[in-house]
């Protein structure tokens, strides 16, 4: 699912033209054009030694919530590193950091020191869901 945002609407009773730049979307007789993003968002955690075992007694609050994160449209993808299992990395939808970062500063794995260390990094996409191909 590509991440979009409302950019405006208005009111009309025209055919509704989509072009590769901008989307609109006739609904209840207004447009809504939707803006488009390539823009992901990384989010690398490090986790404490014993990981697997550790997080086990908060593994349900943590995934019920990145499921209301991805249910909002936020969080894209998400999984823990393998072979060793020293970290995780989530892919966020858009173009603000700050949907990642209160992301991690509210992770119950965060808040139980599970975590030892985060960040996020800003992602240009290419190629996939969401993304726009660059010019060539």
């Known amino acids: 699912m590509p991440w979009f945002r409302i950019r405006t609407t208005t009111k009309t009773t025209s ?15 207004f447009v ?3 803006e ?3 823009m992901h968002h990384l989010l690398f955690y490090d986790v404490v030694e014993n990981y697997t075992e550790l997080r086990k007694p908060h593994r349900a609050e943590h995934f019920a919530y990145a499921m209301r994160s991805y249910d909002r449209g936020e969080l894209a993808l998400a999984g823990a590193l393998a072979d060793p299992v020293d970290g995780a990395v989530f892919v ?3 173009s603000a950091p700050e949907i990642a970062e209160e992301f991690a500063r509210n992770d119950p794995y965060v808040l139980n020191g599970l975590v030892t260390s985060w960040r996020v990094r800003e992602w240009t996409t290419v190629l996939g869901d969401g993304a726009t191909l660059p010019s060539l």
């Open 36 to 38: 488009t993003t390539s």
């Open 92 to 94: 966020f939808r858009g």
């Open 15 to 29: 055919n509704v033209v989509f072009n590769s730049q901008r989307n609109a979307v006739l609904s209840s007789g």
């Open 32 to 34: 809504h054009l939707i």
